[in-house]
């Protein structure tokens, strides 16, 4: 008959003839003990072809390695490369990083939440929904664990780490008045501070040209952009057209959706068609290269957001989360603006 099979690290302890605390000492790391016990039981994985379980090992340590994300959407390039960042820095450091994501919805962010406060994690990297989340849970986590809040913050009393949306909204509306025609804004739905913030520099960099502000509200909510830009610029279109031929969209997805409805009523898009629109984005979408013309918008730094964020994390893991100045750490990167066929 076959030995039964090992399931839990007492019975591999057991079964290698070492104490528990041996082994896991080892598999919190392999170095720390001898060579003649790590050649023990690495002998002993393979002959009981033992599989440890990582995560409960980790959940029950004093310093945890574990660090929770959460994003709005996953399914998101500028969030997906985030997280992708964060993920790779955290296994280089030796953490693991739990990803959830809100989907857009209140009651999931919330849910999140609550997950990573039952959890054993040393800290929490967070890109908020904004508006719609609750503000007592947030602060119920804020107060369980160090965390970091990255591209959105609830309000002021929380270390961040963002772009600098006067700087970037600043250059390219700057750049598409010296270049063309002023442009109108398309704001997106006022979900979180980003929204408020683009706005107002838009609004602020015209002003300081001395040219009207043009603004374009969406009377629509939520996060599906790419839709809400292509039903305003349709009834926009279908209704006598933009204020201006120059449309500067507060995000890339909003301007997605823009040139998807002037193709369709065959308005030409570009800097070089006469008569045409041009039109530009904020946060260089991975998708935006591709974009038909390729899209002008300025470049959100997602390394250095990522790399920023981590950082302020780290240097937070071990200190006593209501003891931290949260509003004193704050990190603003700057955008660059990337010239392309779109305007």
Wanted: glycine fraction near 8%; include cysteine.
């Amino acid at each position: 008959m076959s030995e039964p099979k090992i399931r839990t690290m007492e019975e591999f302890a057991t079964a290698s003839g070492l104490s528990r605390p041996t082994v896991s000492k080892y598999f919190d790391n392999p170095d720390s003990v001898k060579p003649s016990t790590r050649a023990r039981i690495e002998k002993a994985l393979k002959d009981y072809d033992y599989r440890p379980n990582i995560f409960a090992v980790s959940m029950n340590r004093k310093q945890p390695k574990n660090i929770g994300v959460i994003v709005p959407h996953i399914s998101d390039p500028f969030y997906a490369e985030v997280v992708r960042q964060i993920e790779m820095r955290c296994l280089a450091e030796g953490y693991w990083a739990m990803v959830l994501s809100s989907h857009g919805e209140r009651k999931l962010e919330a849910r999140a939440m609550r997950t990573l406060m039952s959890l054993n994690i040393a800290g929490v990297l967070m890109a908020p929904l904004g508006f719609e989340t609750d503000t007592t849970l947030l602060a119920s986590l804020v107060n369980s664990v160090p965390i970091v809040f990255l591209d959105n913050r609830v309000n002021a009393d929380q270390p961040f780490v963002g772009t600098d949306n006067r700087q970037s909204i600043g250059d390219i509306t700057e750049y598409l008045c010296r270049t063309g025609e002023h442009p109108c804004f398309l704001e997106m739905p006022a979900v979180n501070q980003n929204a408020l913030e683009r706005r107002a520099a838009y609004i602020a960099t015209m002003e300081r040209l001395k040219i009207e502000p043009i603004m374009l509200p969406i009377r629509a909510g939520g996060w599906d952009f790419e839709e809400l830009g292509y039903r305003e610029a349709g009834r926009i279109l279908d209704s006598g057209g933009f204020p201006t031929r120059t449309v500067l969209c507060a995000n890339d997805r909003l301007a997605f959706g823009v040139i998807a409805a002037a193709y369709e009523r065959k308005r030409p898009v570009g800097r070089e068609e006469d008569g045409g629109l041009r039109v530009a984005g904020h946060d260089d979408h991975p998708l935006s290269r591709f974009t038909c013309p390729p899209l002008t918008t300025v470049a959100q730094d997602y390394r250095g957001i990522a790399a920023a964020g981590v950082d302020m994390l780290f240097a937070r893991i071990g200190d006593d989360p209501q003891a931290l100045d949260g509003g004193s750490e704050v990190i603003r990167l700057e955008a660059k603006l990337i010239m392309r066929g779109s305007a």
